[in-house]
């Protein structure tokens, strides 16, 4: 870690009392989370816990049921209470896209535009979102495409790239709209295992301009190398949060301690050859 994390300053990222259900089944169940600017946070959890759901509620992708989305210090959504108070002249549908600029989300499958070639996909969103004129874009495109060693593919198709190459691409596109929020749906697991300490490097990099950052990950090793802190989310509740370390070596909740032990490896690691 980078040490980057400023704890003290306002938060970047508020999430307060979130829930989410589908078809009246809780899956995101009064998560509340904060993350200070230069701070990573990865969400830990078994399949199924609701991480995904977590992050695109917060994204306003699923917009939540409940709960309240503050991006530095000021609502991101409808802010919709639980006595069903909607956030002063605010128009769903119409609003949230102008607001969208403010969180970036990297997509596990990552939802490049198969058209356009990869300078295209850097430049579109900041056109489509922030209305910046086409020279501005394609310039700070390039820029963010030589900071993250991808220069040289401006001009192909996603489907030319590598998994690792698409990524980037990918964080580029969110990158370019200057979020103060990135959140990352697993962003190592279409990606080959040498690569893992790249993108973990990356990731504190960004996180380290000042951007507050949220990874979901199955891979310990990652959020391990990654993470400031970590939550662990169980039946739709943050049931552990706390320091990285702490919480992968020292769990306190039993159901934690059984996550963990479940993904450790069952037998000891050869002892190496003298
Ligand atoms: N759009 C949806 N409609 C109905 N149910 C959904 C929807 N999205 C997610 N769910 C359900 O919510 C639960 C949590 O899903 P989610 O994808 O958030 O879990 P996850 O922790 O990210 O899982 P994984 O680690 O396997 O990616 C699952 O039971 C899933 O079937």
């Known amino acids: 870690m980078s040490g980057a994390a400023q704890p003290d300053a306002a938060p970047a990222l508020e999430v307060i009392g979130l829930r989410k259900s589908f078809a009246g089944r809780p899956v995101v169940d009064d998560v509340s989370l904060s993350v200070a600017p230069g701070e990573v946070l990865g969400i830990i959890g078994r399949s199924g816990c609701g991480k995904t759901t977590l992050l695109r509620a917060i994204a306003h992708l699923d917009p939540p049921d409940d709960g309240f989305v503050r991006v530095g210090g000021h609502a991101f959504g409808p802010e919709v209470s639980p006595a069903g108070v909607v956030r002063r002249g605010w128009r769903r549908g119409r609003d949230i896209s102008r607001e969208r600029h403010r969180i970036g989300f990297v997509f596990q499958q990552l939802h490049l535009w198969p058209h356009l070639d990869v300078l295209g996909n850097v430049t579109r969103a900041q056109s489509v979102v922030l209305s910046r004129p086409a ?30 190459q698409q990524q980037r691409v990918a964080i580029a596109r969110a990158l370019a709209l200057d979020p103060p929020v990135l959140l990352f749906d697993e962003p190592t697991s279409a990606l080959d295992p040498e690569l893992t300490g790249e993108v973990a490097a990356l990731l504190r990099t960004i996180a380290g301009e000042g951007r507050a950052l949220v990874v979901v990950s199955h891979s310990l090793g990652f959020v391990r190398r990654l993470c400031d802190r970590l939550a662990f989310l169980d039946g739709g509740h943050v049931v552990e949060e706390g320091p990285a370390a702490r919480l992968l070596d020292a769990p306190r909740d039993p159901r934690l301690a059984r996550f963990l032990a479940a993904l450790a490896p069952p037998f000891p690691s050869p002892q190496p050859a003298r």
């Open 135 to 164: 020279p501005v874009a394609t310039e700070r495109a390039r820029a963010l495409l030589a900071r993250l060693g991808i220069a040289d593919r401006a001009a192909m198709r996603p489907a030319e790239l590598s998994g690792g």
